[in-house]
Structure formats: structure tokens, C-alpha cells
């Protein structure tokens, strides 16, 4: 889930505003776009926007593996586990995480005991909340919600430009 209850709230209320909707009759349709803008923004910039916390599956092997959401703010645990019975935590001892300065997160395990994969759990997003987000990254999901709001019963053609314009300076492009 790109997008909480709580920044939900603030970015319906933008794009309300923006379409000048001032009844609560079509909140869960702007709802639905909103979570649809954020989604899209998410993939377009390679970065968790609001701060959440996520879970990723990785193998147990013992070379650093970077986690797919960044920026990472915090590796809060991680958990063994095993081809048959209950995920147990790993002992720290176990295992190295690192957050490097591009906030990508790596962990590896040194020691995997029973443990065949991993589950690292771990906070992720630029902001803490919508009204955090660098003002750019939030107009262009409000744009782009209110675009497909506009164009819901027909091709709306792709997004607007002024989108990709707005969140083009913080794309972040992985090679390799």
C-alpha cells in the first residue's frame, strides 16, 4: 500500500480542491485515483514516496542484496525462514545490514542457521507524510489523480506532460 490513511486524507483534499469538488460524494472515487497517481508516481520516480513500513523475501545467501524500495530509513529486523515450520528472528549476530548514502538498503547473511530465505522488514519513503512530500512530487500526483478524474469515461490520452515535468527531477534509474 503506496499510501496511508492519514496522507490519503490530505492528498483527497488537494485534488477535491484542484477539481473543485466540494461535496463528499465522489471521495471514493478520488480515493481510488489518488492511491492509482501515487502508485504511478512511485514507479515513474523508483521511490517510496510516503514513509511506510515493508517486508521483502530475500534469499539467505551471504552476499549483500539490495532491497527494491528506497530510500530506506530504517532495517528494523530481520526474520529466518525455513522450509517447514514457524519464521523465527534471526540473532543480529547473523546477519549485517547497511543503508548507504543513495538510501539503498542491503542486508546478507552471515549465518542462516534453518533458515533458507529471509524476511527483512524495514521503513521506507522520502516523507513522513503527504504535506512532507517536495511540493512537485505532490502537484503531479494531484494533476494526474485530477487528469484521470476528468477523463474516467474515455482515453484520456496518458498522462499529462506537466506530470513527468514535475517529478522528472527526482527520478531515481538503476542500472544493473
Partial sequence: MPIGNAALEGAREEVKAWLRLETSHEDALVDRLVRSAIGFGEGFIGQALVVREE?????????????????????????????????FPMPSANYGVDIDANGDGWVRVIEPGAAGRIDVIFSTGLALDWA????????GAVRLAAHMFTHRDGDGGGPPAAVSALWRPWRRMRLG
Fill in 132 to 139: 512532507g512530500l517536495p511540493e512537485a512530487i505532490r502537484q
Fill in 55 to 87: 517486508t521483502q523475501r530475500l534469499s539467505a545467501g551471504c552476499e549483500w542484496q539490495r532491497l527494491n524500495l528506497t530510500p530506506v530509513r530504517a532495517i528494523t529486523n530481520v526474520m529466518g525462514v525455513p522450509a517447514e515450520g514457524p519464521v
